[in-house]
């Protein structure tokens, strides 16, 4: 469960159009993400402008750079991007008096034990 603190500090990175369009742009790149120069000239930031931008979203802990010789590569983390959206829908049914309200993901199928079937 991602805790309100956590959430807040990625919403507010996520609250200024380049950094949106940023991580618009990183998602589809994959686990091996996109280098820098290549991400800055898709949105036309300069350099100076797109290190902030970076360094915000990786400060909310929403990418993560790694070095390949000269280049730097960004990514989305996954596991915070999906972490985040579940912290959204989390109590979409919890405050529906009949169950889930309209719109909200089904919640995950409890595990059933195993019966035992004797024999």
Known sequence: MVEIRESAKAFEALGHEARLAILRRLIPAGPDGIPAGAIGAALGLPATRLSFHLN???????????????????????????????????????AAPSGCLPGCPAPAPQARPAQDQGG
Request: glycine share 10%; hydrophobic share 45%; charged share 25%.
């Open 56 to 94: 915000r979203l990786a400060a909310a802990g929403l990418i993560e750079s790694r070095r390949d010789g000269r280049h730097l590569y960004y990514a989305v983390r996954y596991p915070a991007l999906g972490a985040l959206v579940g912290f959204l829908v989390d109590d979409c049914c919890a």
